[in-house]
């Protein structure tokens, strides 16, 4: 094993680390206001299949990552109208975002499934930095998006900690009742930031079929990247600079085996790596169940509530 | 404004038309579904001044205060600022108005700094937030009003008095030239309102008025210029400070006099029926309850107060079975009952009114029947006549106000409703359950339901139940018990006999400073 293989090995983790800090980031903002979306998974998948099927039809590499980001937010504003408006189950109507997208995504992907990718996202040139020994590639051999997400992250901590808008979707995620009293729409600021949110997720599966799938297969282009997302929130504690180092610690575990499976060396079977995304999201799950647990995290503590004024 | 410039300001509404009021309320009529809760309400408030609205729960007073700070909209009649007509359409205008409301439940932020807390909703903020600076302003109102908070402590950890500083500092940031205060004092320990009245006569030599929404008379008298009082929607009269006594504001309240005289054992108590020694609980590192010890003997009541969220929720659920303690012993009628289930505490001969009547006490969409044979454990099959029949007796003898026995208990009142759970935790047992835990049981009620629900207590004394009333409502404790006992962080820090109380050292004691 060369150290050539590594090198490719941490660039591919970075990689897989942009598309869990877009979506995860997604998720914070959407669970800060105070809206649990477990559809990630669903709307990655129909990110990637818009970006795919744009690339094939337009050539356009702009428009194929344009028009995932409106198919993420369209997804989002379904499940922010049955979440915040009908007052849904919020974790019912996350499944079926996912159900959904899967079943969509597969349908209007059939006539492509196994097709390589029509378009490519190029990478950078930095000149004489993308050419530096190993630091070049991991670190500067990537494309705008990539850093534009890296970037981006940070503003979005900011932004949520030391801005107006960011203190009250802190508070809407917190005491919905007191936001309402102060005269702010509470179903404005879900719905702000659960559309923000779904437009990042549908933003990361469309870069991620762009950037890293080679072809487009329904069933393993994803690969439950969205589930690891929504494990990374709870991870990252609602924090995004958190999520960015979780999210290149997930991403760097996701690729290891694949890197040690092509040099023939086999610790994990890959069935096992393959259940790891749901096995996270269970964990998350059996975690948020237990109200001393999402106190000690500092999960937003109206997550998944419904906001109700109450008038008599 | 000084007291002499709002002399002025009345003088110059004597004088005849211009009115100087800082705010009014002209025939405000507001209706919900089935109830008219304000009938045609006039209400004026002078610049500078303490104004108390005063009336028994449901009698519209939250409701007028609601209109007044543009939570709810008027169906008819008028809202005057400084004489000019005001359309308020959310709390947000009444506030660009000068009008602000501090409700019982505070609205903060559990997570957030005292400073965020404070500037949260501002909209002339700027865009980025600079922690020090907002913490600096903060600090600023907080001392212009001598109100003592530190802006960076985090707001979960604060006291319910320190809390409703936050909310006022909140209030006074945000530029309220009136704020309105709703059941100011509900949450608070008596030293604890004497600096909330401080802070009111701060705020009022600054020339700011203050509304008093309450339903204690005996506060009230103290810290208003004048007082204002509401019956079923409708002010029965307006006095000024000096103008009337308690008795007097009473007989307004209810329209009829009311007995509210404390009420004690008549008979000598007999045996101990409840007896806790040394009662602990310990959970997650943290003492809920600790070295508890007393006994209730059958014919007495004794009392537990203290400030919410001191034990008392604890040591009902302990008492009760549903808990099992972690030290000590409790014993029912002699026998040992630690740990050994509410079922089997119950058969032991112990009744429960908690303090959630509706959710815990009772099943809110059964019947009254229903509910009143829920705790039956006698039989498989249910008599239907006889329940029925017993629930009409029930319902004859506690004047219980419903349509029908098979109405859905959610549907009543809270006094009623608290009547029908007494009703089955103190007859429905029979002479079994002699031991009776009762928890805040007039917390939400009005004063003619808190004079019914005391005399069942009183009966039940008479018939020879031992009974351990926990309440938040000093007062209460006070008419009712033989003995009282202060709770605070968990211990008993403070007991003596009913006939023999010190109201100060309870107040001191329910403060944790004896």
């Given amino acids: 094993m060369n150290a050539n293989v590594w090198v490719l090995t941490f660039a591919d983790a970075f990689s897989i680390a942009t598309t869990l800090i877009l979506a995860t980031i997604g998720a914070i903002l959407t669970e800060r206001s105070g809206v649990i979306n477990l559809g990630v998974e669903g709307i990655l998948l129909m990110g990637a299949v818009t970006a795919f099927l744009v690339g094939d039809a337009t050539g356009n590499v702009w428009l194929a990552l344009l028009l995932p980001v409106a198919v993420g937010a369209v997804m989002a504003l379904i499940h922010a109208t049955l979440s915040i408006t009908l007052r849904a189950n919020q974790i019912v109507a996350g499944l079926a975002l996912v159900i959904f997208g899967n079943g969509l995504s597969q349908f209007i992907g059939k006539p492509v499934e196994g097709k390589t990718r029509p378009v490519v996202i190029k990478a950078l040139d930095l000149g004489p ?184 | 404004m000084s007291s002499a410039s709002s002399e002025a300001a009345l003088g110059s509404h004597r004088l005849g038309g211009a009115t100087l009021f800082a705010l009014s309320a002209r025939h405000v009529t507001k209706r919900f579904p089935g109830v008219l809760a304000n009938d045609h309400v006039d209400f004026d408030l002078l610049p500078g001044e303490v104004h108390t609205l005063l009336g028994e729960n449901g009698a519209g007073k939250s409701t007028l205060a609601s209109v007044l700070c543009g939570l709810y909209k008027p169906d008819e009649g008028a809202v005057l600022r400084n004489g000019t007509q005001i359309r308020l359409t959310s709390p947000r205008h009444g506030l660009q108005n000068g009008i602000a409301m501090v409700h019982q439940h505070f609205r903060l932020v559990d997570r957030f700094s005292v400073a965020e807390n404070v500037v949260l909703g501002h909209r002339s903020l700027p865009f980025r937030l600079r922690t020090s600076d907002l913490e600096n302003q903060v600090a600023e109102v907080a001392e212009r009003f001598g109100l003592p908070l530190d802006p960076k402590a985090s707001v979960g950890e604060l006291s319910a008095g320190q809390r409703q500083r936050v909310e006022i500092v909140k209030a006074l940031y945000q530029g309220a030239e009136i704020l309105l205060l709703d059941e100011p004092t509900a949450l608070l320990a008596p030293p604890e309102v004497e600096k909330l009245f401080e802070t009111v006569r701060a705020m009022t030599k600054a020339g700011k008025s203050v509304v008093f929404v309450s339903h204690k008379l005996g506060e009230v008298v103290d810290i208003s210029d004048r007082v204002t009082v509401m019956r079923d929607g409708r002010v029965t009269g307006s006095v000024a400070r000096g103008e009337a006594d308690t008795r007097k504001l009473a007989e307004l309240m209810v329209g009829r006099d009311i007995d509210l005289s404390p009420r004690r054992s008549r008979a000598a108590a007999q045996d101990t029926l409840l007896h806790l020694d040394n009662v602990g609980l310990r959970r997650d590192g943290v003492d809920h309850i600790s070295q508890v010890s007393f006994s209730v003997r059958a014919g007495e009541i004794v009392g537990v107060a203290g400030v919410s969220g001191n034990g008392q929720r604890e040591l009902a659920e302990i008492v009760a079975g549903l808990q099992a303690p972690t030290s000590g012993e409790i014993s029912i009628n002699g026998a040992r009952v630690n740990g050994i289930g509410t079922r089997n505490v119950r058969k032991a001969g112990l009744a429960y009114v908690p303090e959630d009547r509706l959710g815990t006490g009772l099943a809110p969409s059964l019947s009254i029947v229903d509910n009143l044979v829920l705790t039956r454990e006698r039989g498989f099959l249910v008599d239907r006549k006889a329940a029925l029949d017993e629930a009409e007796a029930f319902i004859k003898q506690l004047e219980i106000k419903t349509p029908h026995a098979h109405t859905a208990t959610r549907k009543l009142s809270g006094g009623n409703s608290q009547k029908v759970l007494l009703a089955r935790e103190i007859f429905g047992a029979g002479d079994n359950a002699r031991v009776l835990v009762v928890c805040s049981p007039t917390r939400g009620l009005d004063v003619g339901a808190v004079e019914a629900v005391h005399k069942l207590l009183d009966e039940a004394r008479a018939a020879g139940k031992a009974i351990l009333l926990i309440s938040e409502d000093l007062d209460e404790v006070l008419t009712l018990a033989d003995k009282v006992m202060v709770l605070y962080r968990g211990s008993v820090v403070h007991e003596a006999l009913g006939s023999e109380v010190d109201v100060e050292a309870v107040g001191l004691a329910m403060a944790g400073l004896s």
């Fill in chain 1, 129 to 312: 930095l993308t050419d530096l020994p190993i630091v070049g590639p991991i670190i500067f051999g990537h494309d705008p998006i990539t850093y534009l997400t890296w970037v981006g992250a940070v503003v979005c901590s900011l932004c949520l900690n030391r801005t107006r808008p960011g203190l009250v979707l802190r508070a809407t995620g917190d005491a919905p009742a007191t936001v309402d009293a102060q005269g702010v729409s509470v179903a404005r600021v879900r719905f702000v930031h659960t559309i923000i949110g779904g437009a990042r997720m549908g933003l990361a599966g469309g870069w991620f079929m762009l950037a890293r799938g080679t072809a487009w297969s329904q069933a393993a282009t994803t690969n439950g990247i969205g589930w690891i997302a929504l494990a990374l929130v709870v991870f990252a504690a609602w924090r995004p600079l958190r999520a960015i180092a979780g999210a290149v610690l997930f991403g760097f575990t996701l690729q290891v085996p694949f890197t040690l499976q092509g040099q023939q060396i086999n610790i994990l079977p890959p069935e096992i790596v393959q259940m790891l995304p749901y096995l996270a999201t269970l964990f998350v799950l059996v975690i948020l169940s237990t109200p001393r647990a999402r106190k000690l995290l500092g999960a937003p503590k109206m997550l998944g509530q419904p906001f109700v004024r109450d008038e008599r």
